[in-house]
C-alpha cells in the first residue's frame, strides 16, 4: 500500500475515533434532558436560528426527512416545539421553538457547550483554529467530489 493510502487511512480512522469520542461527551450530557441527539440538533437549530420550514430542517441537522415528522411529533410531545402553516402558503409547515424549549434551552445550551468544549481540550485554542479551517476544507472536498 501506498505511503499517501496509507496517510488517508490513519486520517480516515483518527476522524472517525475522535468524532466517536466527542459525541459520547455529548450525547451522555443529551441524554440527561430526556432527548438524543436528533432532537436535542433540531432544538438548538430552532433556538438559534428561529422557526424553520420543515423540509429544510434535515438538511441542517444531517437527518433524513422521513425521521424529521418522528422527531418533531416527539418534541411536540414534550411541548418543546410546534408545527405551524405558513400564513403566505398553507401548504409550507414551519417548525418553532414553545416559550418551554426557550426556556430548556436557555438554561441547558450553555452547560452543553461546555461539556463540548471540556472534550475538546485536548488541544490549545490555535491547534482547535486550525484542526476546524482544515476539517471545513476537507469535509468541502469530501462533498464536492461526492456531487
Do not use: C
Amino acid at each position: 500500500m501506498s505511503n499517501h493510502n496509507e496517510d488517508s487511512l490513519d486520517l480516515f480512522i483518527a476522524l472517525n475515533r475522535a468524532s466517536q469520542w466527542i459525541n459520547a461527551h455529548a450525547d451522555r450530557d443529551i441524554k440527561q434532558y430526556g432527548m438524543n441527539r436528533t432532537e436535542f440538533g433540531v432544538l438548538e437549530l430552532l433556538y438559534h436560528k428561529g422557526p424553520q420550514p420543515l423540509q429544510q430542517i434535515g438538511g441542517k441537522v444531517l437527518m433524513s426527512s422521513g425521521n424529521i415528522t418522528y422527531v418533531m411529533d416527539k418534541l411536540e410531545e414534550k411541548n418543546l416545539v410546534k408545527r405551524r402553516a405558513s400564513l403566505e402558503d398553507r401548504r409550507l409547515i414551519f417548525a418553532e421553538i414553545t416559550d418551554a424549549g426557550k426556556n430548556l434551552m436557555e438554561e441547558v445550551f450553555p452547560k452543553h457547550a461546555e461539556v463540548i468544549a471540556r472534550s475538546v481540550n485536548g488541544l490549545t485554542a490555535e491547534e482547535k483554529k486550525i484542526a476546524s479551517k482544515l476539517l471545513k476544507k476537507l469535509g468541502k472536498y469530501a462533498e464536492e467530489g461526492f456531487k
